[in-house]
């Protein structure tokens, strides 16, 4: 089955105990992206990665690494939790072209992420 | 100003219902646009893109209007599990592929 997969789906930690919240894809999509989702506030790119070793900064990109060894793995990394970082966060997946084109991008089933 | 704009409602309608959803974007160099479908605390997934001719899939209708620079999704027909909030998202003219996603207008559709 065609899928992005997340892990953990629900983690609670505490302030500045790193974490990693791995994503991965089985669809051999060069494209992968992480987002975080706030009421109010919309999904918001955090990450993303057009192929692997390159990667560049979303919207907000504070405080979260990521890498990209592999093309299917995309780990979101939380090198100093803080309580500002607590939020739902997706991790996305699509094939890309380049230039303007686009497709469909595939969402992971989320990480809930609480940080105290 | 929010590069994507939606009306976050909760819009609250009967069975049957025709509902539409407006969603404006600030900048005139957008190259696409689509409805995502997200259900309660789940993942989003593509409702639809949305074309320069408008588009239609069965009871969904979308339309493109670059001129005033907004998008619209028409839902005809009501049914239940149309409940869901459904998120405006345009992708930049840019080689990136980045999208940017509108807060979301939330539907309920009442029996």
């Known amino acids: 089955e065609a899928q992005v997969t997340q892990n953990p789906r629900y983690l609670i930690t505490v302030t500045g105990k790193k974490l990693t919240v791995t994503c991965s894809q089985n669809?051999?999509?060069?494209?992968m992206s992480w987002y975080r989702q706030d009421p109010g506030l919309g999904l918001r790119q955090i990450y993303y990665?057009?192929?692997?070793?390159?990667?560049d900064k979303g919207d907000v990109p504070e405080g979260y690494k990521v890498s990209r060894k592999e093309k299917r793995n995309f780990p979101l990394i939380l090198e100093s939790p803080s309580p500002n970082q607590t939020s739902l966060y997706f991790c996305?997946?699509?094939?890309?072209?380049?230039?303007?084109?686009?497709?469909?991008?595939?969402f992971g089933p989320g990480t809930r992420l609480t940080v105290l | 100003r929010k590069e994507v704009e939606q009306d976050p409602g909760p819009f609250n309608v009967p069975e049957g219902a025709t509902v539409a959803f407006n969603c404006t974007y600030s900048?005139?160099?957008?190259?696409?646009f689509f409805w995502y479908r997200q259900d309660c605390r789940k993942e989003p997934k593509l409702l639809m893109s949305?074309?320069?001719s408008g588009n239609e899939d069965g009871r969904f209708t979308a339309q493109l209007n670059r001129a005033s620079q907004y998008i619209s999704l028409l839902i005809r027909d009501s049914k239940l599990s149309d409940s869901a909030t459904y998120l405006c998202?345009?992708?930049?003219?840019?080689?990136?592929?980045?999208?940017?996603f509108g807060q979301g207008t939330t539907l309920q559709v009442k029996p």
């Open positions: 996305a997946s699509s094939f890309f072209r380049g230039g303007n084109s686009y497709n469909e991008q595939f």
């Open positions: 669809m051999n999509h060069e494209y």
């Open positions: 990665s057009m192929n692997v070793e390159v990667t």
């Open positions: 900048n005139s160099a957008s190259q696409s």
């Open positions: 949305v074309y320069s």
């Open positions: 998202v345009v992708n930049m003219r840019s080689n990136t592929g980045k999208l940017i």
